[in-house]
């Protein structure tokens, strides 16, 4: 994978899903990371995180409401904390370390959503941790 500058964000990987945009989600992660470090709770990560995404022109929506569906029945609602351009879901979590419990979460939430890609970021250890699922390998869990 080639990474090019900021001004020019690309990414160039054929078997990456929406390269440019997750690029420019990881940018505004990052930006947060390094102002604040793991200090503060979750929901403070969430307003930065909105300000940065405005910044940096993204589209996104926060809480977004998606219904989940068995056999065309709705059976419940999943509320991510960002879903980006319509495309990308985002979770953010402030823990002292991500466990299988979180990671095993995000599989059930691309499986039952229209959207095949979710990163779950955490904040709260010692070093910023990001995981990225693709739809495709989670349906085939």
Known sequence: MRISTRKDAKV?????LYPELSYEIVGAIFEIWKKFGSAFKESIYQKALEEEFK??????ASQKQIPIF???KKVGVYVPDFVIDDKILLEIKHLPVLTFKEKKQ???YLKGTDYRLLLLVNFGGSKLEIVRRVYDKARSK
């Not at 160039?12 to 990456?16: F, Q, T, V």
């Not at 910044?55 to 996104?60: A, G, K, P, S």
């Open 55 to 60: 910044f940096r022109n993204i589209d996104f």
């Open 70 to 72: 068995y056999n065309n």
């Open 106 to 108: 995000i599989w059930y």
């Open 12 to 16: 160039e990987n054929p078997d990456l």
